[in-house]
C-alpha cells in the first residue's frame, strides 16, 4: 500500500528554524510536494522534490532521499504567519496521496 | 483571475438527500481533482479527472458521482448523503496530470449532514 508519516504537531518560537519531516512508502514514486494550510483556508503549495537533494525557496526549503523514502520541510526565520499545518504529498496511483498532516505552532 | 471557485461554502442536509457541489477554474488546467478532508486524516481522493472527458476513481470514490461538463468545470454528486459525509470538500485542479504539476485548490465547501 502507499502511506506516508508525518508529526502530528511541532512547536517552536518565532525566529527559529524548524524541520517537518515525512517518510513515505508508495509503489510508484513520482516526487514529494509540500503543501501549507491555515485554519479554515485551503491548501497551498509550497514546493516539490523529483531528485534527492535540497531545494530552497526564501525562507523554506524542502529536502528528498530517495534511497531513504524520506523528505522534510525546513523552515528559517518563523514568523508567526507560519502557523498552519503542512502536509507532505506524494504522487501515486490514485495520483496524490497526502500524509495527515503536521501542525505547527509558533510561539511569540 | 479567480482560480479555483466552489459553491456552495456550507450546506447542511439530511441523511438521504441529495446534492451537487460545483467546481469552476479559470486557469486552462487539463486536470481537475475532488477531496476530502475529515479531522486528523489529510486529504482524501475521492474523484479526478485527468482531462476533458475522462474521470476516474480516487481513494475514497463510494457514494459520490461525478461529471466532467467541459474543461472548466467539474461537479461533485451525492445521491443519497449519509452522516459519514460530513466533511469539508476541496476541488482542486492542475496543468495535467504528472505528479509534479501544482494542484491549485479551492476555498471549499463544509457539509454537514445530520
Known amino acids: 500500500g502507499q502511506s506516508l508519516e508525518q508529526p502530528s504537531e511541532v512547536t517552536a518560537v518565532e525566529g527559529a528554524i524548524v524541520q517537518i519531516n515525512c517518510t513515505y512508502q508508495t509503489s510508484g514514486f513520482y516526487g514529494l510536494s509540500w503543501y501549507q494550510q491555515h485554519d479554515g483556508g485551503a491548501p497551498t503549495f509550497l514546493s516539490y522534490n523529483a531528485l534527492d537533494g535540497l531545494e530552497e525557496t526564501g525562507r523554506f526549503s524542502s529536502f528528498l532521499s530517495r534511497s531513504d523514502s524520506y523528505g522534510y520541510l525546513l523552515l528559517q526565520e518563523l514568523q508567526m504567519k507560519d502557523s498552519a499545518s503542512y502536509f507532505c504529498?506524494?504522487?501515486?496511483?490514485?495520483?496524490?496521496?497526502f500524509g495527515t498532516g503536521t501542525r505547527l505552532k509558533v510561539l511569540a | 483571475n479567480a482560480g479555483v471557485t466552489q459553491t456552495p461554502k456550507f450546506q447542511v442536509l439530511k441523511t438521504g438527500q441529495s446534492m451537487t457541489l460545483q467546481c469552476a477554474q479559470d486557469m486552462n488546467h487539463n486536470s481537475m481533482y475532488w477531496y476530502r478532508q475529515d479531522p486528523g486524516m489529510g486529504l482524501r481522493l475521492i474523484y479526478y479527472?485527468?482531462?476533458?472527458?475522462?474521470?476516474d476513481k480516487g481513494e475514497v470514490p463510494n457514494g459520490y458521482n461525478v461529471s466532467r461538463l467541459n474543461k472548466r468545470e467539474f461537479s461533485l454528486r451525492l445521491e443519497s448523503a449519509a452522516p459519514s459525509q460530513t466533511s469539508v470538500y476541496f476541488c482542486?485542479?492542475?496543468?495535467?496530470?504528472?505528479?509534479?504539476?501544482?494542484?491549485?485548490f479551492g476555498p471549499g465547501t463544509r457539509l454537514t449532514v445530520l
Open positions: 479527472s485527468a482531462s476533458e472527458g475522462t474521470t
Open positions: 482542486a485542479s492542475s496543468l495535467t496530470s504528472g505528479s509534479a504539476d501544482t494542484q491549485y
Open positions: 504529498a506524494v504522487g501515486g496511483t490514485y495520483k496524490y496521496i
